[in-house]
């Protein structure tokens, strides 16, 4: 028996999974070390290889466990968790277990009206008041916010310096006093986001993640891992849009064409390359940080999603554009492909926003993997507070 499944056989016997309570389950696994294996000993890992978390999931999947339900918390498990783990002391990495289990929900509080694509313009002011920080500011495009307990947060503690200099990243408690979160509706009618407000917000300084300043360092963390958790979510064939417009095309074979049987062979292909080049991505991980390559995956993942959901509604013609339901919801989680046809399309034009537009994406890979002249940064050197706003 290897490693991986001696330790999922040691739980099992001590945690029968289908006599034991779903959350105690789920915390025994965790300091089991069995959440995410490549993490260290004592924060829900074995610092073992990434390799080995297919066949712990697999073994445990098909022992009966129950999962933590990773879609409903996409944000803890791909952004919040690398930082805390690259950035976070002692004290923090114990938000770690609550994160893994579900326990706790967590958004990410950094877009603001003016400041997306170019986050360091970001305004939200972080003012130092003796160990605390006190928070004023708004952000924008908040998914999970409504549901979430904690959020990461960049603010600008330090507005004489120039835009990227100035920055400071912190845990903000989302039930702490000036918090406001009001909902933003999207364009399929529900409002997975939020606009959040934060009025003289106060956060200790032990919630302080990385060095004063040395927030948009700790930033790219966060977001290089969010474009390899949107980019490669998953590592099975016909996964996702794939898998769901397969089937529509399997259960219509009265509107089947020539013509949209090539356009659907070759938007298969399209995926199958790409969630090959995720699992060498994921490979490529296993042996250091991820690297600006994320972005391709975030920009072939956005492509190829609306191309597929396009591809969808046009093969399903009237049917295809019918909505279900405009009704407002404040979903749960962040659901790619569910509902119809409809909601799939009108879902996916944010596949080409959220986690870095396309267009700055392409920017990114053509500096920092090709290699090609860098945009003009007329900014660079400027004060903060003397830029045009
Ligand atoms: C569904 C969804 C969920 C989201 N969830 C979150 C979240 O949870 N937390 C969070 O903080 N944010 C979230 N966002 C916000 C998202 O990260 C931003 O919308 C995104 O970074 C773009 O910023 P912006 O909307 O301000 O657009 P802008 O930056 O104003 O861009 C407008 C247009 O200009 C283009 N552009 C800008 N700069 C350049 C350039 N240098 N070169 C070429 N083109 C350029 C952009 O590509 C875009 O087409 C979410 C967005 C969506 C759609």
Not at 63 to 90: E, F, H, K, Q, S
Request: proline content about 6%; some cysteine.
């Amino acid at each position: 028996m290897g490693e991986a499944q001696e330790r999922v056989a040691a739980l099992l016997a001590e945690h029968d999974p289908t006599t034991t309570d779903r959350l105690e389950f789920l915390r025994a696994r965790f300091d089991a070390g069995l959440a995410w294996v490549h993490f260290p000993v004592g924060l829900g890992g074995l610092s073992a290889p990434r390799a080995m978390q297919q066949e712990v999931d697999e073994a445990l999947t098909a022992a009966g466990a129950p999962d933590n339900n990773p879609r409903r918390i996409g944000i803890g498990l791909g952004m919040a968790a690398p930082t805390i783990l690259a950035y976070g002391t002692g004290e923090q990495h114990r938000l770690l277990r609550p994160l893994w289990t579900g326990e706790e929900v967590w958004c990410q509080l950094f877009s603001e009206p003016g400041a997306g694509s170019d986050l360091a313009a970001l305004a939200t002011r972080a003012r130092r008041d003796g160990d605390d920080w006190v928070v004023t500011g708004q952000k924008v495009w908040t998914s999970s916010a409504h549901n979430a307990r904690w959020a990461i947060l960049v603010a600008r503690t330090d507005p004489d310096v120039p835009k990227h200099a100035g920055l400071t990243y912190f845990v903000c408690d989302m039930t702490a006093p000036g918090v406001e979160v009001r909902p933003l509706r999207q364009i399929t009618g529900e409002a997975e986001f939020n606009e959040v407000f934060l009025t003289d917000v106060r956060i200790p300084d032990s919630a302080r993640l990385g060095e004063i300043g040395d927030g948009w360092r700790v930033a790219q963390t966060t977001l290089m891992n969010e474009r390899v958790a949107i980019g490669s979510r998953s590592s099975a064939r016909e996964a996702g849009m794939v898998g769901v417009v397969a089937e529509t095309w399997r259960a219509h074979p009265d509107r089947r064409t020539a013509a949209a049987h090539d356009q659907l062979l070759g938007l298969w292909v399209e995926a199958e390359a790409l969630r090959l080049a995720g699992v060498r991505l994921r490979q490529q991980l296993a042996a250091g940080a991820p690297g600006p390559e994320g972005s391709a995956m975030k920009l072939g993942f956005a492509r190829l999603s609306q191309a597929l959901s396009g591809f969808e509604v046009e093969f399903l013609a009237e049917d295809g554009l019918r909505y279900d339901d405009w009704t407002l919801r404040r979903p749960e989680l962040v659901d790619f492909t569910g509902r119809g046809p409809g909601y799939r399309y009108l879902r996916a034009k944010g596949n080409s926003i959220e986690g870095g537009t396309s267009e700055v994406l392409r920017n990114i890979i053509a500096e920092r993997v090709l290699g090609l002249p860098a945009e003009p940064r007329v900014d660079k050197d400027v004060p903060w507070k003397d830029l045009p706003r």
